[in-house]
Structures are given as C-alpha cells and as structure tokens.
C-alpha cells in the first residue's frame, strides 16, 4: 500500500532553508506545500523554483492550512522556541532548526507542550546525523572506540551580520546558544554519558553586533572523558567546524559530512547511511518518526540536557562579566 505523502510547511528561505529544500527534493512521499519567508517577493521565487504553491511571509497562515502535517522551522533564533510551539498548538509536527531556544526556560516549556500535545517534536542537531559522526558513534556503540577526548574548533569570519551566503541578516547570531550547541550536545551524545563539567570563557563583545566574538569552553562527561571547543567570528581562514576524536583504539576527524584519520587519511563513510547528506538525513528521520509514532532521534526531549549546560555556561559568563 502506498503510504499518503506528507504535507510540509518550511518556514525561511534563507541558506538553511534552502539547504533542507534541496535534502527533502531527494525524499520520496514528502511534498513542501508552503514557504514562509520575510520577503515576500524572494520567498515567491524561491517556491517557484522548488515548485512550492503557496508562499507567505505569515507563519500563521501556513499553519492555518489543513493539508499541512508538519513545519520546518529555519527561522532567526530568537523566534524558534515561540514558533515551535505555535506549531504544536495548531496540532503540527515541528522540527526546528539548532537551537530550539536561546534560554533553559523556553527549551523546557517547549519539551512539555511536546510532551502534552503528543506530536513529533525535533530539533535539528545535525551532527548526530552527519555520516561522520555517525560512523565514530557508530564504533562506540559496539564497543570498538571509547572516546578520550573531543577537540573541536568552530571558526566564522562573521564581524558583520551576515548569514553563510554572505548576505544581510535580520538578526544577530551567538557562540553559545547556536554553535556550541552542537557540540554540547554532540560530545554527550558520542560520549554516552552526561556532562558533569563545564567551564566557559569568553572574548571582549563586539562595539557593534554587541556579543563576544571569541569563546572557550571545556566540558567533561561523567565516564572521564574531555571536550575542549574554541569558537570564534574572527577567524580570517578555513572557515566551519572540525572535530577531532581522540580514542584509546583510533584518532579521528570530522569535517561535517567527511571523516578522516588522524593522519588525515579519507575514510570511506558512503554506506554507513543512505545518503552522504547530514541535513537530508535530519529530514529523514523526521518523516520517518512521525510515520512510525516514535520518538525521533534529536527529540526536543532528548537534546534538553544540552541547554541545561548551555545555560550554566551563560550564567558563568555573566557573571565573569560583572566582575570585569
């Protein structure tokens, strides 16, 4: 029997947007019915080209709509956890973009109208995805690899506020709540095993964009093992996150999608999952959740541990502040 398609609505047609339009055009039985954007006459060219029939720049009336199932939510970061839930209210499956909220209190209130609605809820850690990553977790799932220590380095070139096709952005990104989220999350996660430790400084802010432009922080997991992650908007070079782990059986690193040796030697990751795409992948398992009525991978549930460090590392940081 043929499964009925799944109606999504995706909500910002910017670069992140673009690329899960490009992942979920490679995912049979899933149609994007509605593009949200805040231009209107941009998010009409770009349904146009994806073969999208209703554009808007209202989030509302996307989620008006009864053909609707689900949203995607690449929005700015301010307005992830207040959108998400909006969705659930009008009874959508949701999956929002890292992070789900740029404070604990949003990120729980969040996890519980997940929790109270019933409905797939997820947001977009897609290092847990990123064939990479998945080949290393992999590993240690079957007890080949125990992880010792994570060095990871997220360096942008961002000292005007720019999104990563270098345009202008509505809002202002941040270290904390965005990028190391991902690596919070992920050395967790890898590690199977909570964060115990975390420790966080940070850079003088920028005159303008008004945050810190270079941060440091070390993490480490009940089982032993250490995370160290460098983050900076300042980096003038090779731009991105890299990921070095380093283990009692094998070295390491990972290039988002890529996985190399610690000899920088390529390792083969085409089979270990059905494609080489960490954000197509994301999608898949989203559809994939909400088809089967289980709990996905990345759950707004299961990435929460993640914000609780998050926002311990905010409250370090602020206070480091008042005593300069």
Same mark, same amino acid.
């Given at each position: 029997?043929?499964?009925?398609?799944?109606?999504?609505?995706?909500?910002?047609?910017?670069?992140?947007?673009?690329?899960?339009?490009?992942?979920?055009?490679?995912?049979?039985?899933?149609?994007?019915?509605?593009?949200?954007?805040?231009?209107?006459?941009?998010?009409?060219?770009?349904?146009?080209?994806?073969?999208?029939?209703?554009?808007?720049?209202?989030?509302?009336?996307?989620?008006?709509?009864?053909?609707?199932?689900?949203?995607?939510?690449?929005?700015?970061?301010?307005?992830?956890?207040?959108?998400?839930?909006?969705?659930?209210?009008?009874?959508? *499956?949701?999956?929002?973009?890292?992070?789900?909220? &740029?404070?604990?209190? &949003?990120?729980?209130?969040?996890?519980?109208?997940?929790?109270?609605?019933?409905?797939?809820?997820?947001?977009?850690?897609?290092?847990?995805?990123?064939?990479?990553?998945?080949?290393?977790?992999?590993?240690?799932?079957?007890?080949?690899? *125990?992880?010792?220590?994570?060095?990871?380095?997220?360096?942008?070139?961002?000292?005007?506020?720019?999104?990563?096709?270098?345009?202008?952005?509505?809002?202002?990104? $941040?270290?904390?709540?965005?990028?190391?989220? $991902?690596?919070?999350?992920?050395?967790?996660?890898?590690?199977?095993?909570?964060?115990?430790?975390? $420790?966080?400084?940070?850079?003088?802010?920028?005159?303008?964009?008004?945050?810190?432009?270079?941060?440091?922080?070390?993490?480490?997991?009940?089982?032993?093992?250490?995370?160290?992650?460098?983050?900076?908007?300042?980096?003038?070079?090779?731009?991105?996150?890299?990921?070095?782990?380093?283990?009692?059986?094998?070295?390491?690193?990972?290039?988002? &999608?890529?996985?190399?040796?610690?000899?920088?030697?390529?390792?083969?990751?085409?089979?270990?999952?059905?494609?080489?795409?960490?954000?197509?992948?994301?999608?898949?398992?989203?559809?994939?959740?909400?088809?089967?009525?289980?709990?996905?991978?990345?759950?707004?549930?299961?990435?929460?541990?993640?914000?609780?460090?998050? *926002? &311990?590392?905010?409250?370090?940081?602020?206070?480091?502040?008042?005593?300069?």
């Amino acid at each position: 029997m043929t499964e009925r398609t799944l109606k999504v609505a995706l909500a910002g047609a910017g670069a992140f947007g673009i690329k899960h339009l490009d992942g979920i055009a490679r995912i049979d039985g899933v149609e994007v019915v509605s593009l949200v954007s805040r231009d209107l006459a941009k998010t009409r060219e770009v349904a146009q080209k994806y073969g999208i029939g209703h554009a808007t720049t209202e989030l509302d009336e996307a989620l008006a709509r009864p053909e609707v199932d689900a949203v995607i939510l690449c929005t700015p970061t301010q307005m992830h956890a207040s959108q998400a839930m909006a969705c659930l209210r009008a009874g959508k *499956h949701v999956q929002v973009e890292i992070p789900m909220a &740029d404070s604990l209190a &949003d990120a729980e209130a969040l996890v519980a109208l997940a929790r109270e609605t019933g409905k797939t809820a997820m947001c977009g850690h897609t290092r847990r995805f990123n064939p990479s990553h998945q080949y290393v977790h992999q590993r240690v799932e079957r007890g080949e690899f *125990h992880i010792q220590q994570m060095d990871v380095q997220t360096y942008f070139f961002r000292r005007t506020n720019t999104n990563a096709l270098g345009e202008p952005r509505s809002w202002t990104d $941040h270290l904390l709540w965005h990028h190391a989220a $991902h690596t919070v999350d992920l050395f967790a996660y890898q590690c199977a095993s909570p964060i115990v430790r975390a $420790h966080a400084v940070q850079g003088p802010p920028h005159p303008e964009l008004g945050i810190a432009m270079d941060m440091s922080i070390q993490l480490q997991a009940a089982n032993g093992a250490i995370c160290t992650l460098s983050l900076s908007f300042n980096n003038d070079g090779p731009l991105g996150t890299f990921f070095r782990y380093i283990g009692d059986t094998a070295t390491y690193i990972a290039r988002y &999608d890529d996985l190399f040796t610690g000899r920088d030697e390529a390792i083969d990751v085409s089979r270990v999952a059905v494609s080489m795409n960490g954000i197509e992948l994301q999608d898949r398992e989203f559809f994939a959740a909400i088809r089967e009525g289980r709990e996905p991978n990345a759950s707004v549930a299961q990435v929460l541990p993640c914000y609780r460090v998050l *926002h &311990d590392l905010e409250q370090q940081l602020s206070a480091q502040s008042g005593r300069t």
